[in-house]
């Protein structure tokens, strides 16, 4: 059952961590056109940070139920 509840709380962790990385790099894109990059290229940031979120996230709670 613990293992359910870390890979859900992972899994909303990851979700989130990418929705916030895409909203600060679109934000930024946008905000800024100097930096010459498109504010679409937000979505490609937010690909790399949700899974690494996601599996950090999932590491942390094993090692923290491990510990009890």
Known sequence: M????????SLLL????????YALAWGLFTTH???????????AIALWVA????LGSLIYFAARNRDR
């Open 51 to 54: 899974p690494l979120v996601f």
């Open 2 to 9: 613990a293992f359910k509840r870390n890979l859900v709380l």
């Open 33 to 43: 056109p100097e930096l010459g990059m498109e504010p679409a290229s937000g979505r």
């Open 14 to 21: 990851g979700l989130a961590g990418g929705l916030a990385a």
